[in-house]
């Protein structure tokens, strides 16, 4: 008895150290982020684009980085959504039979997750030489869709296979199809957690810069055409840093928080919309 509260008490002494960690990690670096960035940031900054010698010190802001940023994250994650929906219900026992197939696409996607963005960067850049694109707004989309899939994917997977059996085979006894099923029964219950996968995808597009790194380029303009090259918000702060005046660096900190602002604000939406959605789910 001793040694089950004993045990007890060490696992709960853990499970509480390892949230203090998690957590206290990320408020450091939001207030460590958000301290040296607030003296910086300004009305100017985001509204409007780089003036002739920004990265010297002259005045303009980072609009065209805000803009690209949200360009670049929104167009890859509304088209991985429309490829990774379609696989996340094609994984399901009622398409795939076999399931070693399953389990084959299962690892694929969970391999393509963890290699590094950089990868998807080259893979992307050696794509649009042999189409002939540029650096563009169309092959940083492209890259952060192949990026953004696994992710997708996995996620809606574990999501939808929480969906109880019974609640599909009530389905199929009213005479409704498979694919009936899978879009107005199935994509309906878990709407809460795809909207969360797409949440999880957008977080990762909209802050990888390695990925973009040669696919979209880098430009002080705000694009006007997909074949345009396009700023982003974690170049600015890379380019920025890497400057040798203080001040340009203080304004990489000013980026970074404005990137933190936007994400939270787009979870915060997100949040809200799944708890509307989720009031539609059975329990």
Known sequence: M???????VLFRTLMIGSVAIVVGVLLTIVIMVTWKGLPALNIAMITQTPKGGYYLGGGGGILNAIVGSLYLAAGATVLAFLLSLPVALFLQREYVKKSWLAGLIRLSMDILWGIPSIVYGAFGFIIMLYLG???S???GIIALTLLEIPVMVRAMDEVIRTVPQSLKDASYSLGATRLETSIRVVAKQVAPGILT??????GRGIGDAAAILFTAGYTDRIPTSLFDPVASLPLAVFFQLGTPFPEVQQRAYASAVILLLIILLISVALRLLSKRLSKHTIK
């Open 2 to 8: 001793r040694r089950r509260r004993a045990e007890e």
């Open 133 to 135: 694109i540029r650096a």
């Open 137 to 139: 707004l169309l092959g």
């Open 197 to 202: 996968a797409v949440l999880l995808a957008f």
